[in-house]
């Protein structure tokens, strides 16, 4: 898949499932019923265990482009080029790290590096960002994005934490290309309810169109 096209599926859909997990297993099924929802844009945190392994079989399965892998959690360049070899289609971090950027740009993969002041915003944006990923939002709250958006129109924000159903509205309408979402959106995977995580993808994925005026 190409960079471009990996962009378009995360900002079409509008959601990242980002997916923390006990285990490589419990992670594929997570990523497979956020699919099942709607989402198709899933990011495998290196938190995860054996996190590569998971991201190598995820776009084993999907290698027609059904979904956008991302790796998450990405702390340093050696990590994004691990996830990128793996078959990671973007790479997320929780903070700027401009070797990360660089690495990222070399292979035209996209790069989701994290901020948390306008300030750290612009310094991602001339590292060579492709979205910005505000974090943690649920420190910032949706106003932020407005606050952000009235120097910065251009910035294409994306938050991260404190992203919920009866919030992530706002959060589109104040601006954000796409929100990421974890724990609001695969909490039933701890007691192996998966068809409620795919219940609940839906309900995100239908939120986010509605809030940009579709139904």
């Given at each position: 898949?190409?960079?471009?096209q990996?962009?378009?599926?995360?900002?079409?859909?509008?959601?990242?499932?980002?997916?923390r997990?006990?285990?490589?297993?419990?992670?594929?099924?997570?990523?497979d019923?956020?699919?099942?929802?709607?989402?198709?844009?899933?990011?495998?945190?290196?938190?995860?265990?054996?996190a590569?392994?998971?991201i190598?079989?995820?776009?084993?399965?999907?290698?027609?482009?059904?979904?956008?892998?991302?790796?998450?959690?990405?702390?340093?360049?050696a990590?994004?080029?691990?996830?990128?070899l793996a078959?990671?289609?973007?790479?997320v971090?929780p903070?700027?790290?401009?070797?990360?950027i660089r690495?990222?740009n070399?292979?035209?993969?996209?790069c989701l590096?994290?901020?948390?002041?306008?300030?750290?915003?612009?310094?991602?944006?001339?590292?060579?960002a492709?979205?910005?990923?505000?974090?943690?939002?649920?420190?910032?709250?949706?106003?932020?994005?407005?606050?952000?958006k009235?120097?910065?129109?251009?910035?294409?924000?994306?938050?991260?934490g404190?992203?919920?159903?009866?919030?992530v509205a706002?959060w589109?309408?104040?601006?954000?290309?796409a929100v990421?979402?974890?724990?609001?959106?695969t909490?039933?995977?701890?007691?192996?309810?998966?068809?409620?995580?795919?219940?609940?993808?839906?309900?995100?994925?239908?939120?986010?169109?509605?809030?940009?005026?579709?139904?």
């Open positions: 898949m190409k960079k471009i990996t962009l378009q599926q995360i900002t079409e859909c509008g959601v990242v499932a980002v997916v997990a006990e285990s490589a297993a419990q992670a594929i099924k997570i990523a019923a956020c699919l099942a929802g709607g989402i198709k844009a899933i990011e495998i945190t290196f938190t995860v265990p054996g590569a392994e998971v190598k079989s995820l776009a084993e399965r999907y290698k027609n482009g059904e979904m956008a892998i991302g790796a998450g959690t990405v702390l340093d360049a990590t994004a080029r691990i996830a990128i078959g990671a289609q973007y790479v971090s903070c700027i790290d401009e070797e990360t690495l990222c070399t292979y035209q993969i996209p590096p994290g901020a948390m002041t306008i300030k750290e915003v612009v310094q991602a944006m001339r590292a060579g492709d979205i910005v990923k505000v974090f943690p939002g649920e420190i910032v709250g949706p106003n932020f994005i407005k606050a952000v009235g120097p910065l129109p251009q910035a294409p924000l994306m938050p991260t404190g992203v919920a159903l009866d919030n706002e589109i309408k104040n601006g954000c290309v990421g979402v974890g724990g609001n959106l909490k039933g995977a701890k007691t192996g309810d998966y068809d409620s995580v795919t219940k609940v993808a839906a309900e995100f994925v239908q939120a986010v169109k509605a809030a940009r005026g579709g139904k």
